[in-house]
């Protein structure tokens, strides 16, 4: 007998609540399928955003390096100016070759050498008598110079390998300058010799992220590999190295001949198994030194970036089997875990993205302090050939005129105007040594050393003026305050300058004529705050403020705040100015309490 309607009833409904769950489940999925690859694509996009910010941060280091030894070339030569290139005139000007030599102390120079106009070493630093006298006429950068060079343009070499020293075998190159006379006859030459291989590990191979993420760098008019981290390409043509096997790599570094950044992906050894292939993100940037375009790249592989991602994926999973058991049970609460899923990964995404904002802010401001580095070592070099080209002059000028008094006798007139020149040359000596002071710091002491004592030393050092000024100084250093790892003498020079800045700027002031002083901890770092009730600081000037020779007052030198400020970045601290809401004007120093990075690397 057949079944009748109401008995089929039941199985009906059973197929359509399946199907229904069936399409409800599907539709989750699907779901669920987009919001992972679209998150997944968005922060490899961010990702390889942050990867060109390095990229593009190392490229401008490098760029402004060569720049810096262009700049110590020209330096080189304007000693030559007066006369022929000779061994007599190398020897008279040793002293200031030597500090050129020592301001580039932190980078990967070996040495410098001065060739006259026929191609013989008549000057090299460090000494080395074997070279010394040498002719080097048939050395390319030598031609150049002779035959096609302008001043201040740049010669940069070729590659080569060190045959002998300490550097043996290391790669290098020439960097060189011709030396002309003012109507353009060939004079001579300067060159540097580069360490090529230890600003690789400084400037590029140093770049590391995570366990396999890392930098490179390639020739993109000659098309070869410069710097690759495994060694095992370096020196390679793109075709020879890429084209065959990895086809999407090659194109792309053929590519950065135009000279453009970007960001983008390739296929290539794993470097954890290299029998195998991984892709990866890069992002490049290019690197522009005279006529040379080379192209700086950032890589990591996309596991390596995946598994940042881990820990969401993980969780979705969790999520993804929870909504499938519970999707007979109700697709209600299905809906409402996924979308609790949703919120949870968008969170912690966030959270990724401030990771990589807050790094970016910290490599900003790794740059700029090495931008006011380099700004300071320019200025010092420039300070340093001005006050040896004017020192010996003032001290001539100086003799004669003492010669002259004596002679003219007891003419009043006469000798009052002698006075008046001769405090002038003192002045301009004095300022000469302020100057030198600046380009050339001595180096630092380091020891531990009492914040809490420096500020009582420079408080009673200003004791006598504050009284008779009538200016009020009010001290507030943390109780219990630990002592720090810094040169005391040096950073009590920065606390005195501050606080006489202060008092000047109080002093003649129709305020209440006030001075504080404060040493407090803050987090990883102790803070020393001078801030005063004076007219304050301009906004247009505070940008300027630590700029060597930008002064305010009507007689200053202009170099206390930019000396004061090279001192506490030789700490690895930081030197700003502010504006305080009620008026005056407050400057802020922090020295970091785990010690001085720079410091460090100076004491080795």
């Known amino acids: 007998m057949d079944p009748s309607p109401r008995s089929r009833r039941p199985l009906w409904l ?6 229904g769950a069936g399409l409800v489940l599907g539709w989750l ?65 040793e002293g200031s070759l ?82 002309y006379a003012a109507g353009g006859g060939f004079k001579g030459v300067v060159a540097f010799t580069v360490n090529f291989d230890a600003l690789a590990r400084k400037h590029i191979l140093s770049i590391q992220i995570g366990e396999y993420g890392y930098a490179w760098l390639v020739d ?170 004017i020192r010996n002059p003032l001290s001539a ?27 002038e040359i003192l002045r301009l000596n004095h300022l000469l040594t302020e100057v030198m002071t600046f380009a050339k710091p001595r180096p630092l002491h380091l020891a531990s050393v009492d914040l809490a004592s420096t500020v009582e030393k420079v408080v009673a050092l200003v004791a006598q003026r504050t009284a008779r000024e009538g200016i009020r100084v009010t001290v507030d250093v943390e109780p219990g305050l630990a002592p720090i790892t810094c040169d005391g003498e040096q950073i009590q020079q920065v606390l005195l300058n501050l606080v006489l800045n202060g008092i000047d700027a109080v002093s003649g002031w129709g305020g209440s004529r006030r001075l504080d002083l404060r040493a407090f901890r803050d987090d990883d770092a102790v803070v020393l705050r001078v801030q005063d009730d004076g007219p304050g600081i301009d906004p247009e000037h505070l940008d300027r403020l630590f700029d060597p020779f930008f002064t305010t007052k009507a007689h200053g030198v202009g170099l206390g705040l930019a000396v004061s400020e090279t001192i506490v970045l030789r700490h690895g601290g930081t030197l700003h100015a502010e504006r305080p809401p009620g008026g005056g004007a407050a400057f802020v120093v922090r020295l970091p309490t785990t010690g001085a990075r720079f410091a460090a690397k100076e004491a080795r």
């Open 220 to 389: 993109s008019y000659n098309q070869t590999v410069l710097v690759d981290p495994r060694g095992r390409i370096g020196g390679q043509r793109f075709d020879a190295a890429f084209r065959e096997r990895w086809p999407k790599l090659y194109d792309l570094l053929v590519s950065t001949r135009d000279g453009r950044p970007g960001m983008d992906w390739y296929a290539f050894e794993d470097p954890a198994d290299p029998a195998k292939t991984v892709r990866k993100l890069v992002g490049y940037a290019p690197v522009r030194i005279q006529e040379r375009l080379w192209t700086l790249g950032v890589c990591t592989p996309e596991r390596q970036v995946e598994a940042l991602l881990a820990s969401f994926l993980r969780r979705q999973e969790v999520f993804s089997g929870t909504a499938m058991a519970t999707i007979l049970a109700g697709t209600a609460l299905l809906s409402g875990l996924m979308l609790a899923w949703n919120r949870s990964l968008t969170r912690e995404v966030g959270a990724r993205t401030r990771e990589l904002e807050r790094a970016r802010t910290r490599l900003e401001e790794a740059f700029d302090e090495l931008l006011a580095a380099r700004k300071a070592a320019a200025v010092g070099n420039l300070a340093l050939g001005m006050a040896h080209e």
């Open 98 to 179: 030597t500090r050129v030599y020592e301001l580039l102390g932190d980078t990967p120079i070996i040495d410098l050498v001065v060739f006259d106009r026929v191609g013989d070493v008549v000057a090299i630093v460090p000494a080395d008598e074997y070279t010394l006298g040498r002719n080097y006429a048939w050395r390319e950068y030598y031609l150049w110079a002779r035959d096609r060079g302008r001043p201040g343009q740049m010669y940069l070499s070729p590659f080569m390998r060190m045959e002998g020293g300490q550097h043996r075998g290391d790669k290098a190159l020439i960097v060189a300058e011709g030396i």
């Open 14 to 19: 059973f197929v359509a609540c399946f199907l």
């Open 397 to 423: 000028i100086r003799m004669n005129m003492q010669m002259i008094r004596k002679r003219i006798g007891d003419d009043r007139a006469l000798a009052e105007n002698f006075a008046i020149a001769e405090e």
């Open 29 to 93: 999925l699907y779901t669920n399928r987009s919001l992972r690859l679209e998150a997944r694509e968005r922060f490899f996009d961010q990702y390889n955003r942050q990867q060109l910010l390095l990229a593009e941060q190392a490229s401008r280091t490098i760029e402004e390096l060569f720049a810096t030894f262009r700049r110590n070339l020209s330096l080189v030569g304007s000693l030559f100016e007066d006369g022929p290139v000779t061994r007599e005139r190398a020897v008279a000007v």
